[in-house]
């Protein structure tokens, strides 16, 4: 049967395996607890032991035992005995009724560990004065993956300080297991191995960037396993991070797969490695070296920043659109005089289908109902419909929001000037840029871009067509970052990266594209994108930058291979799907 060990400083009180709790889906999601696939969990366990029949191992977040299970049955192959198996193995879990299952699995099994509930940031690492567990040859699991709007205060400041000891400055948006990861680092000897299922997050998101640095200051040989399909009951796609030995190294070795049961087939260090950059994220890692190499390439060398014309700027933010942005009907019932308004793009994309938004679309929408006015009255106003309206908005608490209550008056937020373009941050596909000629302002369902003063002015006609090409469109895929449902997401520091066409090249595509712009405006609004982005490529890639067909190609199909697994459909859509 298994027990639990008592450590001091540790929190919580510990009782005999007995029937397990409930521990339905929902509960276990809230503490950001996915329990791992056996078939990953023997490949870690086995690869993190490798032949050592006397290796310490540690799993840091246990839950229900799969690493244990794993770690154990691999040291009794190798000739550990059970009295000795006790000793190596270490459990820690902060959720009673997980440790209790776990003790259950390995009594029936025929093994047993050292299980201790506790905060796994609340225990001290070796090197610390008073630490209660010792230097471990290998560290296994799969950290809770805990957003930070779910992750308390005191619980954020913990864990934040159990990075910051391993040398890694976390800022505040970052996720339970990325300072999880650092601090289960702390607690290997100096040839140790560390096994770990993390979040994809690690290769794109921002506040992963300490983490992408640290691993590679901090271990001589890092690995991550990519899979084609969802692995957990959780909506998030996982890497497998296997790093060894204390040192630096500037390659990764990658290996992709479909699912966990090819893991016994392959051997993970056969894959070819990958030169990491200095920073930035790591997406463009699960493309094949060739593609990954073009990509950096015709990037550097053929385009530009979009930064390089004008810097994305975040859109107006109301803290409550449903009263800021109205309609024409609901000015008229309020008998609200225009002056009091600013005229935007109504609230989201969905009716920006094509190169440009201009005036006469603006009037449309209004006739159609769109919430296409801002409230923006002067401060000084002594309008009695004005009045009304607030009144109106007090009524409902919209006063109270958090917006509203930074700034004063509370009924007039902030306007964004009118932009040249405007760029779709939020994306299925790709995001857009939109010639803005209807003299509207946006909110922050968009960013906005407005151009150098020394800029020419037909970059602003010229940018949104020519920037449907496949180096921009992989550019989007490598810097953007992936949510919930496939959107792809770009923040404005993420935005200003973006590669598109140089000056000098976007002259000369848009000589020849200028003149098809009607007709190519008329296809995006039908949907038909692929015919777009062919001609683009075709002008702006083939005729004035002279790449080789198959380097377009090449191009386009990893541009494809991102969205594909981004979007996590198993097989490719129609173009125009």
């Not at 154990?72 to 270490?90: K, M, T, V, Y």
Request: hydrophobic residues 45%.
């Amino acid at each position: 049967m298994g027990t639990y060990v008592r450590i001091a400083g540790a929190s919580s009180t510990f009782a005999r395996v007995s029937a397990p709790a409930p521990d339905d889906l929902l509960a276990r999601k809230a503490r950001g607890a996915f329990f791992t696939p056996p078939a990953i969990a023997h490949f870690l366990a086995d690869w993190a032991i490798g032949k050592n029949p006397k290796a310490q191992v540690l799993d840091p977040t246990c839950g229900d035992g799969v690493f244990l299970l794993a770690a154990g049955e691999r040291l009794r192959a190798l000739g550990a005995e059970p009295a000795a198996i006790r000793a190596q193995l270490s459990g820690i879990d902060v959720h009673g009724p997980s440790l209790d299952q776990a003790a259950g699995y390995l009594a029936e099994d025929k093994l047993d560990a050292t299980l201790v509930q506790s905060d796994f940031f609340n225990l001290l690492t070796p090197a610390q004065l008073g630490a209660q567990v010792g230097w471990q040859d290998a560290v296994v699991g799969n950290p809770p993956f805990v957003r930070y709007q779910d992750y308390g205060v005191t619980a954020r400041k913990l864990a934040a300080s159990a990075a910051l000891a391993q040398g890694v400055r976390l800022n505040g948006l970052a996720s339970s297991w990325a300072p999880l990861l650092v601090h289960a680092s702390g607690f290997l000897k100096p040839d140790g191995r560390l096994a770990m299922v993390v979040p994809a997050e690690l290769l794109t998101v921002s506040y992963a960037e300490p983490i992408r640095r640290w691993l590679r200051r901090r271990f001589r040989t890092v690995s991550l396993v990519l899979f084609d399909d969802l692995q957990f009951d959780a909506d998030e796609q996982v890497v497998l991070l296997v790093a060894q030995g204390t040192g630096s190294c500037d390659a990764f070795t990658l290996y992709e797969v479909r699912d966990a049961h090819e893991l016994a087939e392959r051997h993970i260090f056969d894959a070819s490695s990958a030169a990491l950059r200095d920073d930035g994220k790591w997406t463009d890692l699960i493309l094949p070296t060739e593609a990954r190499q073009l990509f950096r390439q015709v990037a550097a060398d053929r385009f530009a920043r979009l930064d390089g014309y004008g810097t994305p700027e975040l859109g107006t933010v109301t803290g409550a659109n449903d009263y800021f942005a109205l309609s024409e009907v609901t000015r008229r019932k309020w008998k609200l005089d225009e002056r009091l308004l600013k005229p935007i793009s109504p609230p989201g994309t969905k009716h920006l289908k094509g190169l440009s938004f201009t005036r006469a679309q603006w009037e449309e929408l209004k006739l159609a109902g769109q919430r296409v006015w801002l409230l923006h009255p002067d401060p000084k106003s002594k309008s009695v419909a004005l009045k009304a309206y607030v009144k109106l908005g007090e009524k409902a608490g919209v006063d109270a929001a958090y917006k509203c209550t930074i700034r004063t008056p509370w009924w007039r937020p902030p306007v964004v000037p009118a932009p040249d373009l405007f760029f779709t941050y939020m994306s299925h596909r790709y995001p857009r840029l939109i010639a803005n000629t209807s003299g509207a302002t946006i909110l922050n369902s968009m960013h906005g871009v407005r151009l150098k003063k020394d800029i020419p002015k037909l970059i602003r006609d010229a940018l949104p067509l020519l920037a449907l090409n496949s180096v921009t469109m992989l550019g989007a895929e490598v810097l953007g970052r992936s949510y919930g449902g496939g959107i792809l997401k770009m923040e404005p520091r993420e935005a200003a990266s973006l590669p598109v066409p140089g000056l000098d090249d976007a002259r000369a595509a848009w000589a020849v594209l200028g003149e098809r712009r009607a007709a190519l405006d008329d296809a995006l609004r039908r949907g038909e994108w692929s015919a777009v982005l062919d001609a683009v490529d075709q002008v702006l890639l083939r005729e004035v930058m002279r790449l080789p067909a198959e380097a377009v190609l090449q191009i386009r199909e990893a541009a494809t291979l991102l969205r594909i697994r981004r979007t996590r459909q198993t097989e490719p859509r129609a173009p125009d799907a």
